[in-house]
């Protein structure tokens, strides 16, 4: 019990530096994004690590979790977002410096359709 909570604070902590280095990166966006959609894809992305990092918590997939979770959470932020019109809708492609993601544009938010490492 002690090293699961050692692991969710140093989990935490580490979230709080990559918070802190993605406010201070620049993301290069192509296509016909405005300030406000960037702000949103980075949420659903957000959303999408953070789920996924729990998932591997409450399954004890502690390899799982510090291989991707932590350090997609740590340095997640997107480098660059280039958007097109797709099957359904407007879509956008993510890089980021661990993985990729595939977000949709839907009624009222940007969701996350795939991720995956580079």
Known sequence: MTILVIAVLALVAAAGLGRYQRANG????????????VRDIQRAMSRVRWSTARACLVKHQFKRLFNFCAKDIVVGR??????RLGPQ???????????????????????VLAFGLR
């Open 26 to 37: 620049l993301v290069k966006v192509t296509g016909q994004l405005k300030p406000e959609d």
């Open 78 to 83: 997107p480098l660059e977002i280039s958007s």
């Open 89 to 111: 809708g407007e879509m956008a492609h993510v890089v980021g410096p661990t993985a990729r993601y595939q977000v949709v544009h839907t009624t009222n938010r940007w969701e």
